[in-house]
């Protein structure tokens, strides 16, 4: 059954439960509250856009709950002027709010159906400067380098080596790591690493994390 309730009234109060929830970044919220989360996923679950909770979007895949997605992007600290590296495109919902926080935003999918359904979602939503590539995610995008963030948005054995490679100096790469789906989200920069909480994600597909 269809909700009463327009999805732009639901997404005011996801963004409202974020801030009860601890996300303070007001760049990150504008972003959340702009991003329409219904317009990537399936059209049978466009009335669950807004619960924060991850949804299938293809096969194994899913797209994260919103607190993940905010979570990660505010752990970025973005100011707006980044260069920034995604991998695991998903849907685009996680591009989308990327964008909306930096300067360019690169995205890598190793599923081609689904690089080619979030570059479709991301026009259609105005976020068509996002560029989407069907690419090994573990290799990065080195052409590009450097990055001033990477956002790995599956959960990888170890942080992939070409990505810390592709940080610019003083970068930031905020990764899930762990040797099944549940692991810890680790935030890397200037040689240091710190936990960020225990996190459950779809695995990393590519050569270097099979």
Request: charged share 25%; with cysteine; proline share 8%.
């Amino acid at each position: 059954m269809e909700s009463p309730e327009p999805a732009a009234t639901r997404r005011h109060r996801m963004v409202e439960a974020l801030r009860h929830e601890g996300v303070r970044d007001p760049r990150v919220l504008a972003a959340m509250d702009l991003v329409p989360r219904e317009r990537f996923v399936a059209a049978d679950l466009a009335d669950l856009a807004y619960e924060d909770r991850p949804l299938p979007i293809h096969a194994d895949a899913t797209v994260s709950a919103p607190s993940i997605v905010a979570r990660m992007t505010e752990a970025l600290e973005l100011t707006g002027t980044e260069r920034v590296l995604e991998v695991g495109t998903g849907s685009g919902y996680a591009a989308a709010v990327l964008a909306a926080c930096a300067a360019e935003v690169v995205t890598l999918e190793y599923d081609e159906d689904l690089a080619r359904s979030a570059r479709d979602a991301l026009d259609a939503t105005g976020f068509g400067a996002v560029e989407v590539r069907h690419a090994d995610g573990a290799l990065g995008a080195p052409d590009r380098a450097p990055f001033d963030a990477v956002a790995v948005t599956a959960m990888a054995p170890e942080l992939p080596p070409a990505l810390l490679e592709q940080l610019a100096p003083g970068g930031v790469l905020v990764a899930p790591v762990g040797p099944d789906r549940d692991g810890m989200l680790l935030r890397c920069r200037a040689g240091l690493t710190e936990e960020l909480g225990p996190v459950r994600f779809v695995a990393l597909r590519g050569a270097q994390t099979r």
